[in-house]
């Protein structure tokens, strides 16, 4: 639609201001050549039996065929060429099954990329949708390298609880994982949990913990944690921060 | 006549100076338990509050607990930054061999604390717990083919309480009011024990590393 609509502007303009109809055969020519090889594209990607392999080549592919869209120069008027509407809804679909499969599965590349890109842009709805694959993919995982992001993505879900109902206690235990499994940044994200329950001496205990490639937020700076504490009470969360087993000091339900 | 109408000015002026001293406490002491502290009869600003705080538990009150109690706080005020707060108070309630008497005296000292200010100008003391676990043969750190078994107990106030565990893949069983988790790691990763018992949870993290190497990729 969008296309049609500027060649007619570029055939309106033409009879106004003398752009040459040659310009809109090439948009034309253009938008359905490109158009074919999208939906070419989309054919390709069906092939993969992995969810997320296709959907990483398709978006690759997409990407690759706008990127050569033209734009032409009319009498003091630009026009762009632009993919048809249904190549641009086919891709935007079949991107958005690819994601929901390769996250049903549990693939932990799939549920790391997609959480960290819908986190930064606002991607909420599109969230709370993917929550539950998102969670039963951290319930089954076994807690390797691998399995980082998706303890990071359901840990930090339970933590905000906005995609998914808040649960601190599930969230501290699914960053500890991420944390023993070698993630130094859940140290700091769990002492941030625990400075929201109002619990200072297990966010002191978490915040010690957080060193190294850790980057710890203002709220968790562990001399200000410290001075809330009394000796016994600091002593008390550095051997517990020592003890690497320990998730926290035990708390009641 | 003039001499005696100074004499009585001068005498009526130390009079109304001595009633005053007598009056403020002798050095900011509360008139009675449960009410705000006051000086010069306003009341403390909230880093006054805090100074005030500061001071030995003892020295501020009103009257004294027995001689035991009175002991007990005086040693964790040597221990500690010199003075003590509502929650070592809270926990000293829970002794067993405390008269009425100190009780009475100890939740005074409570609710006069809360009442002059904010609880949270307080420094939080040690963790207590009613509940304390025991975790017998916990080794955190296991390879693939290891065989982990581990005895979980936990006691209420002292007293032996039934505890529940959870760790995926392991092999859960009761011995009486102990729980046995035994567990052999096919793969390895990261695992969550919890346990619960009278209420109370506790968890440890426990870590499988590939067969024949403890160390790789691991804390």
């Given at each position: 639609m969008k296309m049609l609509l500027a060649v007619f502007g570029c055939l309106a303009a033409a009879s106004l201001?003398?752009?040459?109809?040659s310009t809109s055969e090439r948009l034309t020519r253009m938008s359905a050549k490109l158009g074919g090889e999208v939906m070419k594209a989309v054919a390709d990607a069906?092939?993969?039996?992995?969810p997320w392999a296709a959907h990483q080549q398709l978006s690759s592919n997409a990407r690759a065929i706008e990127g050569r869209l033209e734009c032409f120069d009319g009498a003091g008027h630009r026009v762009c060429a632009e993919l048809p509407d249904d190549a641009t809804a086919a891709v935007r679909s079949e991107l958005l099954r690819y994601e929901s499969e390769a996250i049903a599965r549990g693939d932990a590349t799939a549920i790391a990329e997609t959480f960290d890109r819908l986190r930064r842009y606002e991607g909420k709805a599109r969230l709370a949708e993917l929550a539950p694959s998102i969670l039963d993919a951290a319930k089954r995982?076994?807690?390797?390298?691998?399995?980082i992001g998706t303890f990071r993505a359901a840990g930090l879900m339970l933590a905000a609880g906005?995609?998914?109902?808040?649960?601190s206690n599930g969230a501290v235990g699914y960053l500890a994982r991420a944390w023993a499994a070698g993630d130094a940044q859940s140290a700091g994200d769990i002492a941030i949990i625990f400075v929201g329950m109002n619990d200072l001496r297990n966010a002191y205990l978490w915040s010690i913990r957080c060193v190294g490639a850790c980057r710890r937020d203002y709220r968790v700076e562990v001399d200000g944690l410290q001075r809330r504490l009394l000796p016994a009470a600091v002593k008390q969360a550095q051997t517990g921060a020592a003890?690497?087993?320990?998730?926290?000091?035990d708390t009641q339900l | 006549m003039r001499l005696l109408i100074s004499t009585l000015a001068i005498i009526g002026l130390i009079s109304c100076g001595a009633v005053q001293a007598k009056g403020s406490g002798?050095?900011?002491?509360?008139?009675?338990?449960g009410k705000s502290s006051t000086k010069g009869g306003y009341r403390l600003s909230a880093s006054a509050r805090r100074m005030e705080h500061r001071r030995s538990l003892l020295e501020r009150a009103p009257s004294q607990p027995s001689a035991k109690v009175a002991q007990v706080i005086r040693e964790r005020e040597r221990s500690g930054p010199g003075w003590v707060g509502t929650a070592f108070l809270v926990a000293l309630l829970?002794?067993?061999?405390?008269?009425s008497a100190d009780r009475h005296w100890i939740q005074g000292r409570i609710d006069a604390l809360r009442a002059e200010g904010d609880e949270e100008d307080y420094l939080l003391d040690a963790a207590t717990t009613p509940v304390t676990f025991d975790f017998k043969g916990l080794a955190p750190n296991l390879e693939v083919g290891d065989l982990f078994a581990v005895m979980v107990g936990a006691k209420s106030k002292g007293a032996p309480v039934p505890v529940t565990c959870s760790l995926d893949e392991a092999t859960v069983t009761r011995a009486g009011l102990l729980t046995k988790v035994s567990w052999e790691p096919s793969e390895p990763g990261s695992r969550l024990l919890t346990c619960e018992a009278a209420g109370h949870q506790s968890r440890r993290l426990l870590r499988v590393a590939p067969a024949g190497d403890k160390s790789l990729g691991w804390r």
């Open positions: 201001a003398g752009c040459d109809v069906k092939m993969l039996q992995d995982a076994k807690g390797t390298m691998d399995d906005e995609a998914v109902q808040r649960d003890d690497l087993a320990v998730v926290e000091l | 002798g050095g900011g002491r509360s008139t009675s338990v829970s002794r067993h061999d405390l008269s």
